[in-house]
């Protein structure tokens, strides 16, 4: 396999010869993480300050809560002023024009108490004609398919030439992140609807497969362009979030920006004794006011000059080559008498080279001498994230996807995956008035397989990804009533007991079966007599077959994962590819039981993983085992949430109870 971080790779492990600490490495040259037109090192940093999205309104009636929204296009300041606006998507409240906002604004659910929204997809122009996508969609990929018609949509669609990105009305279906609902609520991959537009292309289909099944089954007479999920809350009080889940362009509707905070508080799993930092914003509060529970999204996005989203329109990006230097005819190719397989646009990764905190690059956030409660979410699309603060101020870990963990965990730095929550206080109450503290991040700018940054990995360019927010230190304006936090009181957890069944899965990567390369002066050039496969061409899901080989599978493969209603079981995921992956499995929020390397002795989960969680890390050449109930019967999916690889076949349909 060649591809540019295999490549990277061979080059560090050859050069490096001895491995030297990143803190003592001096004079140390990062080379620019490529991306768009704007150069990372001219925004300047800590010019804006951090927004607070405020919470979302609704109909609040007396035993649910009500809410419409929709997904829209508009402009954002997202670079600091003076520089230009981008274009965005978002969510907002419908009829609430100044709700619209990356990120959206917060869902406050209580416990038990039924939240029904209205999902519209209104991505379309003032005249009711659609809008393209924003972002370069890769046609060839089993995805959505809305050119294919009835008969063609999710699919993988054959072309008998190499297409540009599709241009059409762009499908949505809104997935509430760790939400324990029905299938029909779940935002299922081929349930997604374009808008209602006028100029719908005929032919097209303008709903997925499974929104036309869910709305006959359970009759819900959803109306062309929007659905109605209903969720019912319960489940522990925790940080959700909800985003697109729209089949094969996940990954560029969540990178536009639709994506918002979800929380559940009250109930049995809440706060058992002590108070906590808050209040968060409510319903109308303003952006910037004064907080001490703050919900912080971390992105990587890459820009323009103009101030657009950059995204790659070319699988040469991922390989570090000019389009012309990879000379690999797609789709199809005759020149070693073989169709091509391999995706044109689709990247296997993508490492954004600006940091984005709730809507802004490298905002600014004013504290006072207190504690603060920050529901960190990794928003990224394929990079972990290693915060730390620069001068060396703990983070008190109380909470994850699951809600809290049994007890408070102090930590010098947060390992949070893409997907991954960590609800975290920090204590400024002895820091100097004045002080001014960088929020570093110490993750790599490439895929993730574990380990310690400087030792394992390179850790990110400390001028750009390295950095992600400033805390500006002032003085308290009042007594803080907040417990310390190691003397919080969690709730307790009740462990799910014994497994009723025991599953092996497996993560994979797959090669081209017919493209076949050779690397000549820096290019990566089609060689019909080489044996050297491009790729990744796609990372899949898949079983294990008896003696410990796996069997990997596709998305259109039959169900293998099939739950009886109520089991309890464990997964266990085996990793084969080089990578990290964090696995998301829908529905359910799981215990870590532990990890194995293939030819090692089982370690514990890690201390913040000790309580329920909904996306966990998969190491390469482990089995990472967890543990869930599966209480609710229907469909649903697991994927990995490395969203370039969910998109391109690392997901797998999942069926509870009898197969109908
Ligand atoms: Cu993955």
């Known amino acids: 396999m ?10 560090a492990a050859t050069g490096a010869g001895l491995l030297v600490p990143w803190r003592f490495s001096v004079g140390r040259a990062y080379a620019a993480i490529p991306g768009g037109s704007l150069d990372p090192r001219s925004i300047s940093k800590y010019q804006m300050p ?62 038990n108490r039924p939240v029904q ?66 299938e029909d609520s779940d935002g299922y991959a081929e349930a997604w609807y374009l808008p209602d537009a006028k100029n719908i292309p005929a032919g097209y289909a303008r709903t997925g497969t499974y929104f036309d099944i869910f709305n006959a089954k359970y009759e819900h007479g959803w109306e062309p362009g929007a659905a109605a999920f209903k969720y019912p809350n319960n489940q522990r009080a925790t940080t959700l979030w909800y985003h697109d889940h729209s089949l094969g362009m996940t990954r560029l509707n969540v990178y536009a920006g639709p994506a918002g905070f979800y929380l559940i508080r009250g109930g049995p799993d809440d706060l058992a004794g002590g108070v906590l930092p808050g209040p968060a914003p409510g319903v109308g509060d303003n952006p910037f006011g004064t907080y001490y529970e703050i919900p912080i999204a971390i992105q990587d996005r890459s820009f323009n000059a103009d101030g657009s989203l950059f995204y790659p329109d070319t699988r040469a990006f991922f390989e570090g080559l000019d389009p012309t230097q990879l000379q690999i005819p797609f789709i199809p190719t005759d020149a070693c008498d073989r169709p091509s397989d391999v995706s044109p646009i689709w990247n296997p990764e ?50 994850a996807e699951g809600g809290f963990l049994p007890e408070p965990v102090m930590l010098n730095e947060l390992l949070i995956a893409p997907a991954e929550r960590a609800d975290v206080i920090v204590d400024f109450t002895n820091v100097l008035a004045g ?160 990890r194995q390397p293939f030819d090692g002795t089982a370690y514990g989960p890690e201390p913040w993983e000790t309580g329920f969680k909904d996306t966990v890390i998969a190491y390469p050449g482990e089995i990472t085992r967890i543990k869930a109930r599966f209480d609710v019967g229907g469909l649903y999916v697991w994927h990995c949430h490395i969203v370039e690889h969910e998109d391109n076949e690392m997901m797998r349909p999942y069926f509870i109870g009898p197969m109908p």
């Open 117 to 182: 929204v209205v999902w519209r997809n209104e991505l379309v122009d003032a005249k009711g004609t659609y809008l393209p996508h924003i972002l370069p969609v890769d046609p060839t990929l089993h995805w959505a398919n809305p050119p294919g018609g009835i008969a063609g949509r999710d699919m993988r669609p054959m072309f008998s030439a190499t297409p540009g990105p599709y241009t059409g009305p762009v499908p949505i279906v809104t997935h509430v992140h760790g939400a324990h609902t029905r």
């Open 435 to 594: 002080t001014e503290i960088i929020l570093q991040n110490f993750g790599p700018d490439e895929p993730f397989g574990g380990g310690t940054p400087g030792v394992d990995f390179d850790p990110s360019d400390p001028d750009t990804t390295g950095q992600v927010m400033q805390f500006r230190v002032v003085s308290a304006s009042g007594s803080d009533p907040s417990t310390p936090p190691m003397d919080l009181v969690l709730p307790a957890i009740t462990p799910l007991g014994s497994a009723d069944n025991t599953r092996v899965v497996s993560l994979n990567e797959e090669e081209s079966k017919t493209v076949f390369v050779t690397e000549q002066d820096g290019n990566i050039v089609l060689d019909c007599s080489s044996t050297t496969p491009f790729g990744p061409t796609a990372a899949l899901l898949g079983t294990m077959n008896g003696g410990g080989t796996p069997n990997p599978l596709k998305w259109m493969d039959e169900i293998t994962e099939n739950p009886a209603l109520g089991a309890t079981e464990v997964w266990e995921i085996h990793n084969f590819t080089e990578d990290a992956h964090p696995i998301h499995v829908h529905l359910v929020q799981f215990e870590v039981v532990n």
């Open 350 to 399: 993508f490492f954004g080279n600006a940091m984005v905190v709730n809507g802004r690059t490298w905002p600014y956030l004013e504290v006072e001498q207190r504690r603060y409660r920050f529901r960190f979410l990794n928003g990224c699309n394929s990079r972990f994230l290693i915060l730390k603060m620069d001068n060396g101020l703990p983070f008190y870990q109380i909470g």
């Open 2 to 11: 060649l591809s540019r971080r295999r490549l990277l790779k061979l080059g």
């Open 50 to 111: 951090l927004i607070i999205p405020p919470a979302m309104p609704g109909k609040f009636l007396k035993k649910m809560d009500q809410y419409m929204i929709a997904v829209r296009q508009f402009q954002q300041q997202i670079l600091p002023g003076g520089m230009p606006m981008t274009t965005v998507w978002s969510y907002g409240s419908v009829g609430h024009p100044g709700t619209f906002n990356y990120p959206a604004f917060t869902i406050e659910a209580r416990w």
